[in-house]
């Protein structure tokens, strides 16, 4: 199994821009989130999803949007992209439960200019 | 108010030595607790669930009090690979989000 993927690994995006992190898990979880971590603040949750066409917002949701058709796949999209959005994203996945094991993807480090 | 709290450290111990980490939490109601290792520019990895009676897994033991609203981590007999930050996570009644304490760094030195 690849667990969970992420791409790209790295990105540089103007302010105004838009782009998708994409994030891939083959493990058959339902459960599927977004977090950012910034210096200081450890991750904060954006978004997350129980299932295919169910998405939930976290802590921090302003600026980005998600969707779940798949099982497999939880896209993260920036609109119009901000130099306060400047982080290490990092998708995760579980099976439902708040006592389940989260798999973390690898990061996607997004630098705004 | 932050929902888990943590000290950043740095903490630097030698080889051998017993290191102890705390964290509290603020939701009363919290469900579940677990500790988590990131290594440097890495993705987090569980190191452990932390359960009501406490827990152990050779060199790390866990505990929970949750009159106190803490959870604690104590490592004996250090290694240098013991060296990370390490994230204590809470879940929250809800069970569908989890909230990260900002980490510990942990240096184990020779």
């Known amino acids: 199994n690849a667990g969970v993927t992420q791409t790209p690994k790295f990105q540089v995006l103007k302010t105004g821009q838009s782009m998708t992190l994409q994030c891939a898990q083959d493990?058959?979880?339902?459960?599927m989130s977004w977090y950012r971590q910034d210096p200081g603040m450890g991750l904060r949750l954006i978004h997350y999803s129980v299932g295919a066409g169910i998405t939930d917002q976290g802590e921090v949701p302003n600026g980005y949007n998600v969707s779940r058709s798949t099982t497999e796949d939880f896209p993260l999209r920036l609109l119009s992209a901000a130099p306060s959005q400047t982080s290490v994203y990092f998708c995760?996945?579980?099976?439902?439960?708040?006592?389940?094991?989260?798999?973390f993807g690898p990061g996607t480090r997004l630098l705004v200019l | 108010r932050k929902e888990v709290e943590q000290d950043p450290g740095p903490f630097n111990v030698p080889e051998g030595a017993t290191v102890a980490f705390n964290c509290t939490y603020s939701n009363s109601a919290s469900q579940s607790f677990f500790w988590y290792r990131q290594d440097c520019r890495k993705e987090p990895k569980l190191l452990m669930s932390v359960y009501s009676s406490g827990n152990e897994d050779g060199r790390f033991t866990a505990q929970l009090n949750r009159a106190s609203q803490y959870i604690s981590l104590l490592i004996r007999d250090s290694k240098l690979s013991d060296s990370a930050t390490y994230l204590c996570?809470?879940?929250?009644?809800?069970?569908?989000?989890?909230?990260f304490g900002t980490g510990t760094s942990l240096t184990v030195i020779p």
């Open positions: 493990m058959n979880h339902e459960y």
């Open positions: 995760a996945s579980s099976y439902v439960g708040g006592g389940e094991t989260q798999y």
């Open positions: 996570v809470v879940n929250m009644d809800t069970g569908n989000q989890f909230y």
